[in-house]
């Protein structure tokens, strides 16, 4: 695992219990605007989903990935909801409601 990744593991694990971050706001606080899609990577291969939450991350749009490494886009739908993290009608994440900025 390299500096990069590292960086991006300790943004995801200061995310609070019912918070949820943007791919984008993560690279920001890492420290580079252009890596939102490297934290797409990085989460994929999350080596401790328990104390790195990578189920708090969504897009800019509030949209949960269907390519959620863990169980799939339903379960960190349910790990979200367990939490208490408002959803939206549309099935998005209402990120003005739980926004965690860094």
Not at 8 to 30: D, H, M, N
Not at 64 to 91: H, K
Request: contains cysteine; glycine residues 10%.
């Amino acid at each position: 695992m390299g500096k990069t990744f590292e960086r991006i593991y300790k943004v995801v694990s200061r995310i609070p219990e019912g918070c949820v971050c943007t791919y984008g706001q993560v690279a920001l606080v890492a420290g580079n605007t252009r890596w939102a899609r490297v934290v797409g990577y990085a989460l994929h291969a999350n080596p401790d989903p328990v104390s790195i939450p990578c189920h708090r991350v969504v897009n800019r749009l509030g949209e949960l990935s269907q390519a959620f490494a863990f169980g799939g886009e339903n379960r960190q739908r349910e790990l979200l909801t367990q939490e208490g993290v408002p959803f939206l009608p549309d099935g998005r994440v209402d990120l003005k409601n739980c926004m965690w900025w860094g």
